[in-house]
C-alpha cells in the first residue's frame, strides 16, 4: 500500500482538448514543423530533430512563462496524422520523465480534435511541475489555433 501511495505523489497527468478549425492534416503540419514552434508555441518556444520514431528532438520549454529549460526528447510515436508522442527524462525515469502526446481526431465537418497532454512520473514531478500547469497546455492550444487560422490555403490546382 506504502507503494501505490508513493506513485501517486511522483506521477501527475496533464490532458487538455481543443476543438481546431482544420483538418489533421493542416494540424499535423504546424505540429511537425518544429523549427517553426518559436514563432508560435509560447510552451515550447524552441525546437528541433526529426519528427520519427526513434528520432530526437531538442525542445526548450518555458513553463507558465518563467525561465527556459531545453531538454532532448526521443519521439516514440509519429502516426499522421493522428498520434505524436515524445518521451524526455532528467537524468533517469525516476528521476524525471515527461511523455508529451498531442493526439488528433478527425470530425465530420472538417475540423479536428486535439487531445494535448502529458504524463509526468518521478520524484521532481512535484518541485518542478507548477499547480497551475494546465494553462501552458490551454495556451498552446490557443496559440496552435490561432496559428491555423493564420495560415494561407493551399494553393487549389
Known sequence: MLS???RLRVMREIRT???????PEAVWDVLTDLEAYAEWNPQTVD???????GER????????????????????????????EWVSTLGSRW??????TFELEPLEDGR??????ERLTGV????????D?????????????????DAEPAPVS
Open 4 to 6: 501505490h501511495r508513493l
Open 47 to 53: 525546437a528541433s530533430g526529426t519528427v520519427a520514431g
Open 133 to 149: 500547469a494546465e494553462s501552458d497546455y490551454e495556451a498552446m492550444n490557443r496559440a496552435l489555433a490561432e496559428r491555423l487560422a
Open 95 to 100: 528521476l524525471f520523465s515527461a511523455r508529451h
Open 124 to 131: 521532481l514531478v512535484r518541485f518542478a511541475v507548477p499547480d
Open 57 to 84: 528532438v531538442e525542445l526548450t520549454v518555458r513553463p507558465g512563462g518563467g525561465r527556459e529549460r531545453t531538454m532532448t526528447a526521443t519521439v516514440v510515436e509519429a502516426d499522421p496524422p493522428r498520434r505524436l
Open 112 to 117: 479536428t480534435r486535439l487531445v494535448n497532454g
Open 17 to 23: 482538448e481543443a476543438v481546431l478549425d482544420a483538418t
